[in-house]
């Protein structure tokens, strides 16, 4: 797993576990990055690996055992990011963008459950495609050439039961999603966090990718420093 500190000199800590894919040399989660950091908050970046084994070993435990070294955090994440993200004990506030707590409609639980069943962790299996429209108008030639195309069976099976094995939301998390979002299943969101703490935008996948994200910077970073407080009251339907 790469990790990646920005802003040594930041205020306040941050945790930030981008998606399956992200990279923090794309442009788009480069400028959340540098949002961030103008915030005054010393980014810990982690990059996931793209083919997973054992989603605690490969996934969870390198970024749990890591933020036990950190006193107080703010923790951000974004879809596959925030399916480990739920799991991580010690934030003050927690933040979650589009998370990956169930497969889109594109992906049949039958056709999950078959290919999950294959003693394999070699990656041949082909990934939908995700341009554009599906993650945002502003999604890069350079993001959507570096996307992986292939996923293992052993990732199917252990993402699978890492989303089957959700923990309660038990703390004032906020969620900012698209209902045109074709990647997430938005029912788990539904089923885990108060409306009043869900943010709609109106876009892709990755609300950094899309058109209106700048609409919406201002009370992501709000929603890290006060939690659900900075969103309730307000509109949840965009303008």
Do not use: C, K, N
């Given at each position: 797993m790469r990790h990646r500190v920005f802003n040594e000199d930041g205020d306040e800590e941050l945790v930030f576990v981008m998606g399956w894919g992200n990279r923090w040399t794309h442009e788009n989660v480069g400028w959340l990055i540098d949002h961030l950091t103008d915030a005054g908050y010393r980014v810990h970046a982690f990059e996931l690996p793209t083919n997973v084994a054992d989603f605690k070993a490969d996934w969870l435990e390198p970024i749990a055992e890591y933020v036990l070294d950190?006193?107080?955090?703010?923790?951000?994440?974004?879809?596959?990011?925030?399916?480990v993200a739920q799991a991580l004990d010690g934030a003050d506030n927690h933040v979650y963008l589009s998370p990956w707590w169930g497969y889109g409609d594109d992906y049949p639980d039958l056709l999950l459950e078959a290919v999950s069943q294959l003693p394999t962790a070699f990656p041949f299996l082909p990934v939908a495609e995700m341009g554009r429209e599906a993650l945002g108008k502003r999604a890069t030639?350079?993001?959507?050439?570096?996307?992986?195309?292939?996923?293992?069976?052993?990732?199917?099976r252990e993402t699978r039961h890492a989303?089957?094995?959700?923990?309660?939301?038990?703390h004032d998390a906020?969620?900012?999603c698209s209902l045109r979002d074709p990647?997430?299943?938005?029912?788990?969101?539904?089923?885990?966090?108060?409306?009043?703490?869900?943010?709609?935008?109106?876009?892709?996948?990755?609300?950094?990718?899309?058109?209106?994200?700048?609409?919406?910077v201002d009370l992501l970073l709000e929603a890290l420093e006060e939690g659900a407080p900075a969103v309730e009251d307000r509109p949840r339907v965009p303008a």
């Open positions: 950190i006193d107080e955090y703010q923790l951000l994440a974004h879809s596959a990011g925030a399916l030639d350079h993001q959507l050439s570096t996307l992986p195309r292939w996923v293992s069976p052993a990732f199917v989303q089957e094995d959700l923990l309660t939301i038990d906020v969620v900012f990647v997430i299943d938005l029912a788990p969101i539904g089923e885990r966090v108060p409306a009043e703490h869900v943010v709609l935008y109106d876009g892709g996948h990755e609300l950094f990718s899309s058109m209106t994200r700048e609409r919406y």
